[in-house]
């Protein structure tokens, strides 16, 4: 009887711990942004917008995670995650860049290895979306550099639904890059609630 009862407690008790498990609030998860990129007629645009999030409070609404990196600003990186992780990551891609200058998906590949391998880079949760003139990129921690077909890039909590609207309005004739980046981002603003109508945008 005894066993008996210790297996039921155990398992309620594992029951118990399962449940709380399930409804924390996970503070470092693809939380508080939206970044997009979109490739047309020769020209890109990079979106992301502004909030900053904690679980389910607004830290900032103005946060700028769109910047220029590489010689003369010629490379447009766009970061989602942890903030500080991806600073760093970002501070890497550049070293990367100045090794190999106005090679970016060498640079990308280089920096894919060592957050790969590298035991304390493998710890940073972010995704980064990067851009030159001529080519387009997703990196993950998973070691993954991947272009995407249509030239279209979404990542973070609304890239999703940013990457969608997106697709869409690349079917519309007349529209430029930059429209389509600012169209899309103010459909995911309007549907994911980590995602704000501040954006931050940069073409080249």
Not at 5 to 32: C, E, K, Y
Not at 170 to 187: H, K, P, T, Y
Request: charged share 25%.
């Amino acid at each position: 009887m005894r066993n008996l009862v210790n297996a039921g407690s155990r398992r309620h008790l594992a029951g118990i711990m399962q449940n709380i498990h399930f409804v924390s609030p996970d503070p470092t998860g693809w939380h508080g942004t939206t970044i997009l990129c979109v490739r047309r007629d020769g020209h890109v645009a990079m979106a992301g917008d502004g909030q900053v999030s904690l679980g389910q409070t607004i830290i900032k609404g103005n946060a700028r995670k769109v910047r220029r990196i590489g010689t003369g600003g010629a490379v447009l990186a766009g970061f989602a995650g942890a903030t500080a992780d991806a600073f760093t990551l970002l501070e890497r891609l550049e070293a990367k860049l100045e090794r190999f200058p106005g090679q970016l998906e060498r640079a990308c590949v280089e920096l894919a290895k060592d957050w790969r391998t590298d035991r304390y880079l493998r710890r940073l949760e972010a995704m980064m979306a990067v851009a030159d003139k001529d080519r387009s990129f997703t990196l993950t921690g998973t070691g993954d550099v991947l272009e995407p077909e249509d030239g279209v890039i979404g990542i973070g909590s609304g890239g999703n639904y940013a990457l969608s609207a997106a697709r869409a309005l690349m079917a519309v004739d007349g529209l430029s890059a930059e429209e389509i980046a600012r169209r899309a981002m103010q459909i995911a603003a309007d549907i994911c609630v980590y995602t704000n109508n501040n954006v931050i945008l940069e073409t080249l």
